[in-house]
């Protein structure tokens, strides 16, 4: 059978028509700068009194302005010595705010390079969310990304714009997963998501990688379903939804009890693979699972010493409260909006090194997937009673054996990104800071 796996995020400007297998393509819409905003932004990334104000590109960055990057954050970390796996459409290495952030990688697309290509540009853009550097004096031009001081580690897949089926085979999403693992990956990028055929080698990778202490991270999906897409609905992943500016969960972010947090995911700039110092705007749960990544890379760097499972742990009991005063956890905001500062800086115990969410529950699990009894109380369950909301029941338990289950769910297309920035209002109120 063939596995169908498209990249997680839709681009700004297409003008095409959407074939039958795609949803519908987002137009990012341009928007008009404020003079007062410019100069908050400027401000905000570090240009000083007297300086000029930053690039249009940094400018346009407004998840960093949200989550005041430069001042809480980096000078406490910017995820040295972490190595992030990318699952995606290779890296432009060569690009100006990416040089020297791309390890050698490997390629399962049917190529033969190291993972250092992307005639897509998925990869690109989701690498300079991570951990681009800018460029320029004082590298204040250009996309920075909330960990730039980690490293990529490129494990390119086939994945295309416009046609959702491949030669099986051809799309080794498992073998990817291993591959990152064994190669020092300590947070996994997976901006991915599609039906499957092979469900159980990728649940069985999947577990390989938390019994080897690795944060997961995966999108959701943008089609706007109450469905989340594998693999971020295999237990032991964070499920990462997108939000707006202003914190509200994005229209096509695809929800449900899966769900652990959502992240900056609308209108984002960053760095395109059409040529060095190319840029472009998009919108997806792509982004937000990016920014979920960097996060996890940030948190591993603070904290060496913690599992895989109590970084998931911080991440959770840190998000900030959805700004509609939802309960936590829920289906559209999981555990709230994930925040690089409390994460780094909120007194939390470190609590059991297991994954919490191992225990949750798997809306879609195959009937062959065995239910555990007991599994004790994850630390999702306690954030979730701390937070007001219900704990996640334990449910079952990952041990793929031979099954195959199609799940028909095209969760995103990637189609033509532009160039050109589009700018979000900015608004006085933070939902990323409270």
């Known amino acids: 059978m063939t596995i169908r796996y498209v990249v997680a995020r839709q681009a700004g400007g297409s003008e ?16 008009g700068r404020v003079a007062a905003a410019a100069a908050a932004t400027c401000l905000a990334l570090g240009g000083g009194a007297g300086s000029a104000s930053a690039d249009r590109e940094r400018d346009a960055q407004w998840p960093l302005i949200k989550y005041n990057a430069p001042q809480d954050v980096w000078p406490i970390t ?32 049917g190529g033969s390079t190291d993972g250092r290509t992307d005639e897509i540009g998925h990869g690109t853009a989701m690498a300079s969310l991570i951990v681009g550097h800018g460029h320029g004096p004082g590298r204040l031009d250009g996309v920075m990304g909330l960990a730039p001081e980690a490293k ?4 390119k897949l086939r994945l295309a714009a416009d046609k959702l ?9 498992a073998d990817a997963i291993r591959y990152a693992v064994d190669h020092g990956a300590k947070v996994i990028n997976m901006s991915i998501g599609g039906a499957q ?10 577990r390989y990688a938390v019994d080897h202490d690795v944060v997961l991270v995966a999108a959701t999906g943008n089609i706007g379903v109450d469905r989340v897409g594998y693999p971020a609905a295999f237990p032991g992943v964070i499920a990462v939804g997108a939000v707006d500016v202003d914190g509200k969960v994005w229209e096509k972010s695809d929800t449900g009890p899966e769900i652990t947090l959502v992240a900056p995911g609308v209108q984002i700039r960053d760095a395109s693979n059409a040529d060095p110092s190319a840029y472009s705007t998009g919108s997806g749960t792509s982004d937000a699972t990016a920014y979920v990544s ?17 970084v998931v742990n911080r991440l959770i009991r840190s998000a900030v409260a959805p700004p509609d005063g939802s309960r936590v956890p829920n289906d559209r905001y999981g555990y709230g909006i994930a925040s690089p500062r409390r994460a780094l800086t909120m007194e939390i115990p470190a609590g059991p090194k297991e994954n919490p969410l191992l225990g949750r529950a798997e809306a879609q699990a195959p009937a062959t997937v065995a239910a555990v009894p007991g599994g004790g109380d994850s630390a999702a369950g306690e954030a979730a009673g701390s937070a007001g909301g219900g704990g996640v029941p334990v449910w079952v338990v ?15 297309v990637v189609v033509r990104r532009r160039r050109g920035g589009g700018y979000p209002p900015y608004q006085q109120s933070n939902p990323y800071q409270q």
Do not use: C
Request: aromatic share 2%.
């Open 294 to 310: 960097a996060i996890a890379a940030l948190v591993r760097s603070r904290y060496p010493d913690l599992s895989a499972g109590q």
């Open 197 to 206: 055929a092979h469900v159980s080698e990728v649940r069985s990778a999947v």
């Open 16 to 31: 095409a028509t959407a074939q039958s297998n795609e949803v519908s393509r987002v137009r990012v819409r341009a928007l």
């Open 78 to 109: 910017k995820g040295g010595g972490v190595t992030i796996g990318l699952i995606d459409t290779g890296v432009l290495a060569a690009h100006q705010d990416l040089t020297g952030q791309i390890l050698p990688g490997a390629d399962f697309s």
């Open 398 to 412: 990952v041990l793929g054996a031979g099954v195959v289950v199609a799940v028909v769910l095209v969760v995103v």
């Open 165 to 173: 089926d491949f030669p099986p085979g051809e799309t080794r999403v």
């Open 152 to 155: 990529i580690l490129p494990v």
